[in-house]
């Protein structure tokens, strides 16, 4: 594997309480950074200062958006270990981003490599209170500087890390979500089966209007007909529906999530029915108008489970469970989470450890 280099900080970084962390705010001291050249592919990886960038005003991602990134999160382990979760998954997804916008592969096990030794140069930025965790940010952008339209022939790969708090405070609290009628995200054929920049500029004005009418997200619905579920902001979603969990079929413009397989895998290895279906919204509310509606949660990285208290759609809303948390939804997130921090078995070999021996 290539060396990877490494360029020492003259002064570290004071680093913040874990109550105030929050989620986006702080960056550790240092990040990972490599280059692309069409000459040379992907070269020079180093673990720098984390710093400003200086970019050409004429980089091709300014105009043209060649950027994709991904998420994950280093969990610090009851016995004190670093373990990532299933970080392979994200590795094969950003190639899969890599290739819809024509950004040159990059070798997934260098990169895992690379994101587990700066992880641990890292180490005490990986925060131990309950809910808190290291929120890992791949991302590449074109940097050529150039003003035709073709994909570029210069990219910049950088991993930075930042500590995040509890996304929850003691307790799973469900969430109002608006079914968006106006707006859509993603088109079949499009690019929102990726994490590219772009799908998120182009939901933002439906997310301002959501919260503006007092809603947390956005539930979209597809593009063509404006009447099958397609997935939340960030997260995938799920309908516990008489005593099955189904959540839409990845049809081309879902963004396939790790936490969705995840709990899909948790859900057939605990025997409950689930099937990845293609289901409009009017049957989520008939089988609400049935009673039949049990339970209703989001599924991401961020939140891990995020339960669904009400929604609107078409000037109706709907209150779910009493708009209290599922016994399946909190049964599935105590689990994901038992396994990322390791307090729980891990039967499907999900967590990675970040050891000194990997370095
Ligand atoms: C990242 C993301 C998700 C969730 O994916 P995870 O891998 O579970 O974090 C869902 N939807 C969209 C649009 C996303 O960008």
């Known amino acids: 594997m290539q060396e990877i280099a490494f360029i020492q900080r003259e002064e570290l970084k004071e680093k913040p309480d874990t109550a105030s962390l929050g989620f986006g705010k702080y960056f550790s001291d240092y990040m990972f950074e490599m280059d692309y050249h069409s000459e040379n592919g992907w070269h020079d990886p180093r673990i720098v200062p984390y710093a400003p960038l200086t970019l050409e005003p004429s980089s091709m991602v300014f105009h043209y958006g060649q950027a994709i990134f991904e998420g994950l999160k280093a969990y610090r382990g009851v016995d004190g270990t670093i373990q990532l979760f299933r970080p392979e998954k994200n590795m094969k997804r950003f190639n899969d981003s890599c290739d819809r916008l024509c950004i040159p592969q990059i070798d997934e096990e260098f990169l ?32 050529e500087p150039y003003l035709g339209v073709r994909p570029a022939n210069q990219y910049k790969l950088l991993v930075i890390l930042s500590p995040s708090g509890a996304y929850y405070g003691d307790q799973l609290s469900p969430v109002k979500i608006k079914v968006e009628e106006q707006y859509v995200r993603a088109v079949i054929g499009g690019v929102g089966h990726v994490k590219t920049a772009g799908n998120y500029a182009a939901s933002m004005k439906a997310q301002e209007k959501a919260e503006a009418g007092g809603y947390a997200q956005i539930l979209w619905l597809d593009a063509k007909e404006n009447k099958y579920v ?10 516990k529906i008489n005593g099955e969990v189904v959540t839409p079929r990845l049809n081309g413009s879902i963004l396939p999530g790790v936490t969705r397989d995840s709990v899909i895998e948790l859900l057939k290895y605990w025997n409950i029915p689930v099937s990845e279906v293609k289901i409009s919204i009017e049957e989520v509310f008939a089988a609400h108008e049935r009673g039949e509606l049990e339970e209703v949660f989001g599924a991401g990285t961020a939140a891990v489970i995020s339960p669904v208290g009400e929604l609107n759609w078409n000037a109706q809303s709907i209150t779910i469970n009493d708009n209290k948390i599922g016994q399946l939804s909190q049964r599935i997130y105590d689990e994901m989470t038992g396994i990322q921090l390791g307090k729980k078995e891990d039967p499907f070999n999900w967590i990675v450890k970040v050891t000194p021996v990997e370095v």
Do not use: C
């Open 112 to 143: 895992l490599h690379a994101l587990k030794q700066l992880i641990f140069t890292e180490k005490d930025w990986v925060p131990d209170g309950e809910g808190t965790s290291l929120y890992i940010r791949p991302f590449i952008f074109s940097t």
């Open 230 to 239: 397609e997935e939340v902001g960030s997260m995938n979603i799920f309908f």
